[in-house]
């Protein structure tokens, strides 16, 4: 019965393997980033806190859509654990280091997942995941512009408040 489930699969065992993978690394950025929330909000940077709450929403969003497609290539989408969520930040300036480095990680895990794709000649997932690395594109675009606020207005006196009350006025366009 499990290969004529296999069969009925659109995906090979190995991608699936690798969006589930996904799924708990989508799950796990959106931890991270609630417990970016709950730092900024404790420490007074309310804007921040507002930002990192919607990166984790969307990163929750990414996470269902990938669950999703799995079950709708007949594959067994998995509900992961998440563990060992980073509560604690030496300063403001480190939230935002690791939210960069954390969509680093993201995008080269899509990029692997696309190139193992493309070595498959699986078009369909791979056209699924053109979506992903497009909205990575914009991910660690604006998590660079966050970041590069540290520098280009400075944490001394109210250097903080200022940076915070520009967090969520970074967009990206693709124009």
Request: glycine content about 6%; overall charge negative.
């Amino acid at each position: 019965m499990k290969d004529l489930m296999r069969i009925k699969c659109l995906i090979s065992q190995d991608i699936e393997t690798l969006l589930n993978q996904q799924i708990k690394k989508e799950a796990h950025s959106s931890s991270l980033y609630l417990s970016m929330s709950s730092w900024c909000d404790q420490n007074g940077f309310d804007f921040s806190a507002d930002y990192f709450a919607k990166q984790s929403e969307e990163e929750r969003m990414h996470q269902l859509k990938l669950f999703k497609y799995v079950l709708d290539m007949g594959g067994n989408a998995i509900s992961p654990e998440v563990t060992g969520i980073k509560t604690d930040f030496a300063g403001f300036r480190e939230v935002f280091e690791d939210a960069l480095e954390a969509e680093i990680a993201i995008t080269q895990s899509f990029k692997n997942l696309a190139g193992k794709c493309h070595k498959e000649q699986d078009f369909v997932t791979m056209e699924f995941l053109n979506w992903f690395l497009k909205e990575q594109r914009e991910e660690e675009y604006k998590a660079r512009r966050a970041l590069e606020l540290f520098d280009v207005i400075g944490e001394e006196g109210t250097g903080r408040w200022e940076i915070d009350k520009h967090v969520n006025k970074i967009t990206y366009s693709e124009q």
